[in-house]
């Protein structure tokens, strides 16, 4: 594949004896939205994990837009563009819908451009910007109207939008959903995948972790599938749908 967006040489964590990520070699197509697929305890969110900083590989590469990041913390990795969501969205409960998306730069960008020399002036108009920007991708996956309500107090299917819009503030170029549709009703599973298709129609990179077959083979091309910490397919959703290999994988055949 030429020019990959991401691509990961012989990436592995073992937990004690458990190789959760077991030498994991993939490439991931600039613009693509790309299914990662696999039973439960695959090692699918672990994958993530050492893709986005949270967790350091014990073995292996990972390079994301032409750049060595491996081991590389996620703050830095959310300024360089690579965003992720999670499984189960914590966001902080007793603080506002918009304070929460606020967080996303100021934590992460925010004071390291700062720094100490900042003069109160530019500080307010700094803190005005992330504002006009929190409610700008509020409005855009259509939570501009809970931008007061306590985060806390959401559905849980608004906390996915709300995790979205919490990646959005840094200008990903790859972004990383974790089960996106797990847990949500239908109505926001539309509205949510309709954001993504749009963003990816508008050249955001996406890798979608979805447990639902029927999701990832409408909505994702190609798919890599996980098991037991190995890819064991890489290739089109067509060809997924009837390998062996997946099917057992699945199944337990
Ligand atoms: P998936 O997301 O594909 O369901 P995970 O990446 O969550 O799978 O887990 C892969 C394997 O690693 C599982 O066997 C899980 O129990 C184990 N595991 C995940 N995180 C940890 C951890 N922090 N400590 C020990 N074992 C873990
Ligand atoms: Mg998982």
Redesign the pocket.
Known sequence: MADPILATDGLGLS?GT?K?VDAVSLKVRRGAMTGLI?P????????FNLLTGALKPDAGTVRFDGQNITGMPSDRLFALGLGRTFQIPRPFARMSVLENVMLAPKGQIGEAIAGPFLFRGRMQAQERDIRNKALEVLDFVTLDALADHPAGQISGGQMKLLELARVLMGDPKLILLDEPAAGVNPVLTETLIGKIEELNRQGTTFVI?EHDMDFVMRHCDPVIA?AEGRVIFEGTSDAALTNPMLLDAYLGA
């Open positions: 937990f458990l959760a696999g439960n305890g695959a090692g699918k969110s672990t994958l972790i996980l």
